[in-house]
């Protein structure tokens, strides 16, 4: 499964991307491969946790505050 | 558990691996596996004289690719290579693209190599870990804590990945009771 993403700059290496996930608690940052990237969204595996309408799931690298787990509008996951 | 060079190639060919370029022969140890410099690095600038800066990671603002950009500067390893006096801190890449998949039972440590730590070449910063599902190439944090300076060049081998198998799936990677119920 995915998680919409938007790209909202680069990193220090051409490969690099800074993108941006919408979690219930606000938007996170993270870094990732380009090539991680497909349709506006990443990959994310399964859910982890569902509450309220909201899932809880794992992104492919720590956010720049730290977090590896975030919790998500279902709206947000896709596949 | 740490992989073996056997179990490492099998899981590349079965693509629960995915090292890009492939590495040759000559990459494999018994239980690890090299990578290689790439040609960009991130220099950070030392602090100029007079003028106090800090860097505040908990700030509600704080961007962390926009502040490293403002205080280092990008180079690509020219042909002669690129010298890493002491004390320095670089940003570096492996040439090579990774993936474990997330589905797989693989994570990853990245260690530097005895050949270069002689000389006091760090290549982490307490940050060794390639999680289960890490795609892309590996952020090294290079330091040189010897007494002269290395003479960098891009595709020398920087650093060694050692594989481990993780005690059962990650929640991540296993369809449970919330797969289907996203989108």
Not at chain 2, 150 to 179: A, K, W
């Amino acid at each position: 499964m995915r998680v919409r993403i938007e790209e909202i700059g680069t990193g220090q290496h051409p490969s690099e991307k800074v993108v941006k996930v919408e979690t219930i608690e606000g938007p996170e940052q993270l870094l990732v491969d380009k090539r991680s990237i497909r349709e506006r969204s990443l990959d994310i595996g399964f859910p982890v946790g569902q509450k309220n309408g909201h899932l809880l799931v794992e992104l492919p690298r720590e956010t720049f505050s730290g977090l590896w787990r975030v919790w998500v509008d279902e709206q947000m996951v896709v596949g | 558990m740490i992989l073996t060079d056997r179990e490492i190639r099998l899981a590349i060919q079965n693509r629960l691996i995915v090292i890009d370029p492939a590495p040759n022969e000559k990459a494999f140890s018994s239980t690890a596996i090299d990578l290689t410099l790439d040609e960009n690095i991130s220099e950070l600038k030392e602090g100029e004289g007079g003028l106090e800066q800090a860097i505040d990671p908990s700030h509600k603002d704080f961007q962390p690719e926009r502040t490293i950009e403002l205080v280092s500067r990008k180079i690509i390893i020219p042909a002669e290579g690129y010298l890493l006096r002491p004390d320095v801190l670089v940003l570096a890449w492996t040439k090579e693209y990774v993936n474990l998949v997330s589905y797989n039972r693989v994570a990853a440590r990245v260690e530097g190599k005895s050949s270069l730590a002689r000389f006091g070449l760090a290549i982490h910063v307490t940050a060794p870990t390639i999680h289960a599902g890490f795609d892309g190439h590996i952020r090294l944090e290079m330091v040189n804590h010897g007494k002269l300076p290395i003479r960098l060049r891009t595709g020398i081998r920087i650093c060694q990945l050692i594989f481990e198998q993780t005690l059962g799936t990650p929640e991540r990677g296993y369809q449970g009771q919330f797969s289907g119920q996203g989108g």
